[in-house]
């Protein structure tokens, strides 16, 4: 159980990048500043109202507005990391101690997801959430807890396939998503903090093991790759959540772009920051006028496809970062974007208005199109990386 007072003073981290420098605010950055912070203001009032509606010992997942109704989570949900994480990111930004509060008892609620090996995405479980809760205040048991979440990823590598597994299959089969990229950042911090190699190791094989199969020509990926699981053979390439095996499923190339920026941020190693440029260039050159992406890029119907909101969140964050890492030209054009996309997402057609949409933040999100499950409703995962971004992108202007 995770118990941590609140205390009258908190330390924060200062979050090491390779962001632009500094320079002084313009008109333009005043007024996007001014709207970041309305932002942040309107999702803790959101978020106060979230907190209200959770059954003991749930986690958000969507709601649906024409009935009004919710739909929740155990721990065990791969979501289940971002709404305490989100909490966390808006305590930051308004020191409110409710959140804060809410949030340590969502922690309660996931810690013992540490030791769960039957999922891939203990990184969006267990980092989004008590990676910031460490970053914010640092303690001894936070680490325990983001090391054993580590460990418990790391049995789910095979060295033959040179993958962490993803979805459990049949025989002989080794399933791998693009999302899994995402959760590698879990095991470089748990080298950073043990000095134990192996996490580097496993999450630097994954990523090259991915950089060699799962992309196509043109930078775009594929959803799932399955593996032989004796000899590491690839047996087909195929999508799951994507309009088809050969489309580009939008929210997969955002898990790209953000995956090997992080790689290159821990590694330093410039195949990674060019894979992260070649998949910002296929997105870019996708991306309709208003920059918010369609929920597959080859999606039946454009321009009159469903938008993912997201896609859109991620591909801003990961932008906003990955705009520190490359020269002042090519750094500017993905500011651009960024806040070409935030802009958008900040306005009524994707914020939610101040006492909607059950308390989620953001609207039109898409879970997963082909099974009718989770489409054009709101997501926790698309609120977190929206208010990341929305800090990203304050961190630069500030």
Known sequence: MVKLLLSGCLFFLVHASGYPQKSKLNRADKQFLSIIDKDFRT????????????????????????SGSYEFSNASWWCSGFYPGTLLLLFEQNRDSNLYKEALR????????????ETHDLGFMMYCSFGNAERLSPDPRYRDILLSSAR??????????GCIRSWNSQPGDFLVIIDNMMNLELLFRATKMSGDSSFYTIAVTHANTTLKNHFRPDNSSYHVVNYNSETGAVQKKLTAQGANDSSAWARGQAWGLYGYTVTYRETKNNLYLQQAKNIAAYILAQLPGDKIPFWDFDAPGIPHALRDAS?????????????????NKTSKKYLSVAKAILEKLS????????????????????????????????LTYADYYFIEALKRYKDLLK
């Open 152 to 161: 418990s990823l790391s049995t789910r590598f095979n060295e033959k396939v």
């Open 311 to 327: 896609a859109a969140a991620i591909t801003a964050s990961a932008l906003i970062e990955l705009s520190g890492y490359v020269d």
């Open 106 to 117: 969502m922690l309660s609620l996931l810690e013992p997801q540490k030791n769960n090996k």
């Open 43 to 66: 999702a803790a009032s959101q978020y106060a109202i979230l907190a209200k509606h959770l059954p003991p010992g749930k986690f958000p997942k969507t709601y649906f507005p024409p």
């Open 347 to 378: 306005g009524p057609d994707y914020l939610a208005e101040q006492g909607s949409l059950g308390g989620f933040i953001l609207k039109h999100g898409v879970g997963h199109f082909p099974k009718n499950s989770e489409v054009d409703v709101p």
